[in-house]
């Protein structure tokens, strides 16, 4: 069987890698199976050469800024030439339907044009020392100084833009990268990969090992000579990944069950709309994906109407097809998984109102289920499927706590046309981002982007990114 894509290998210290320690992998298309790739299985020895070649690098310190600049800018124009070509890559390896692929595509060459702006302008500042008397005849001032080897891991679900969120802001700032692609879909990544070599990296600079997260992951995490680990997948794997590398500059964008509240007065109608793409999209396999849903009493009926005939127009199918909407999760153990959740719902006294069984092709039907109990796993933990499940309210109070009692905190959203209940949510929900009429899962990739309690620690977008991938460094100067 012939793959969809044939590929060099590995990239380690500017060569192309073909096989690992633990020989090749093989990548799989989640909806039918279909090989897609095939990819060295690295292990601890190929991290730890590429690690070296990034320790290298920062000290040759042979990429300068003019010369980043000139490569995330011309990465933006390739993109944006070949969007059709990593749209297709990303759909087959994820399952992703075809039109939000491109979508992705696109996004992924504006983060780089927006990493290429920020490279230009980010700078230390003017400290004024005469302010003091201490200070004064001195003149000082600061310098932001990469903070030394990143080692990058990212997830399956945004196999090409959560990477370019990850090594754009890192060679913006002049941080040499070590990546690890998700295992399940590394295609996208060591495509842009050859990308940026023939733009001229210079060697070292750019790393990708792949491999399973259990093996290059953890030895990336607690390499001696990585200063900084960018994590973006579970709250479970990315907390245990901060706790062995302690020492470490370690950044984690983890899940959520993302809340959406529909007060009145509100339009519910918009709201219905928009929660039947956003909890969806993907298969529902986002972090910031529509999960939670309150409404108020008095819309309740219609919007529910409105939601669940919508979820049930949505295509299933092959995401190659261009008219499919929903498409495979990343495995048949997940859809099993979220499967038993739903069933776990309705036993305890919920209701399905939609969906929820899995197709001929073994696709599992958009869920709407409504009255799920708060300690359901369907809806206090990250389904990571395509399930929405809605609760009524009948007061605004009620459906602020019932969003906050969660474990998560990454995005919420809220539609309302009360200009102080829309002030109040904005103070009261304990998340990163706060969508006044608009859905949780809205993201642009210049905001800052993340969460709190167990979504994690950081904040990205390029301009955030870099600033956590630097350093302040005084220089104080004595006539």
């Not at 633990?22 to 897609?36: K, N, R, S």
């Not at 990315?238 to 509240?261: C, D, F, H, T, Y």
């Not at 009948?394 to 539609?415: C, I, K």
Request: proline share 5%; net charge negative.
């Amino acid at each position: 069987m012939d793959a969809h894509f044939t590929l060099p290998g590995m990239l380690i210290n500017g060569e192309w890698v073909p096989s690992g320690e633990h020989g090749m992998a093989e990548v799989h298309a989640p909806y039918d199976g279909a090989l897609v790739a095939q990819v060295p299985a690295a292990g601890k020895r190929e991290v730890v050469r590429a690690v070296n070649a990034a320790t290298a690098a920062l000290k040759r310190d042979d990429f300068s800024r003019a010369d980043r600049i000139r490569v995330l800018e011309q990465t933006a124009a390739a993109l944006n030439d070949r969007q059709d070509h990593f749209a297709r890559a990303i759909a087959l390896e994820s399952a992703k339907p075809l039109r939000t692929a491109r979508v992705e595509a696109a996004r992924a060459l504006e983060t780089f044009a927006f990493a290429a702006a920020e490279a230009r302008r980010f700078a230390g500042h003017l400290v004024p020392m005469d302010a003091s008397t201490a200070g004064e005849g001195k003149t000082a001032f600061t310098l932001k100084v990469p903070v030394g080897v990143v080692a990058a891991i990212s997830p399956f679900n945004f196999p090409l833009n959560l990477v370019a969120h990850k090594l754009a802001p890192a060679l913006a700032a002049g941080c040499p990268v070590v990546l690890k692609p998700a295992s399940q879909t590394p295609v996208s990544a060591l495509l842009l990969a050859e990308l940026l070599q023939g733009l001229g990296v210079p060697r070292g600079w750019l790393n990708v090992v792949t491999g399973s997260g259990s093996v290059v992951g953890d030895a990336l995490a607690t390499h001696d000579d990585v200063a900084y680990v960018t994590f973006t997948g579970s709250a479970e794997v990315g907390w245990a990944m901060a706790a062995k590398a302690a020492r470490k500059k370690v950044r984690l964008e983890l899940g959520s069950n993302s809340p959406l509240i529909v007060d009145t007065p509100g339009d519910w109608k918009t709201a219905a709309s928009k929660a039947a793409a956003a909890g969806f999209s993907h298969a529902g396999q986002s972090c910031i994906s529509t999960q939670r849903i309150y409404v108020h009493e008095d819309v309740a009926d219609g919007f529910i109407e409105a939601l669940v005939a919508r979820v049930e127009g949505l295509v299933l199918g092959d995401p190659m097809d261009e008219r499919t909407d929903v498409s495979s999760l990343i495995s048949r153990d997940d859809t099993v998984r979220v499967k038993e959740w739903i069933d776990e719902a309705i036993a305890g006294g919920a209701k399905l109102l939609c969906g929820g069984e899995t197709d001929a092709h073994g696709v599992l039907k958009p869920a709407v289920v409504e009255g799920v109990p708060a300690t359901a796993r369907l809806q206090c933990q990250e389904v990571f499927g395509p399930v929405v499940t809605v609760n009524r309210y009948r007061e605004f109070d009620e459906a602020l706590a019932m969003a906050n009692d969660s474990r998560y905190g990454l995005q919420a959203g809220v539609f309302t046309d009360d200009l102080g209940k829309a002030l109040k949510a904005a103070k009261t929900l304990e998340f990163g981002g706060v969508l006044i009429n608009d859905v949780p899962t809205f993201r642009a990739d210049q905001q800052p982007y993340g969460g709190v309690k167990d979504s994690g620690n950081t904040r990205e977008g390029p301009s955030y990114a870099i600033e956590e991938m630097t350093e302040l460094r005084l220089i104080s100067l004595q006539p």
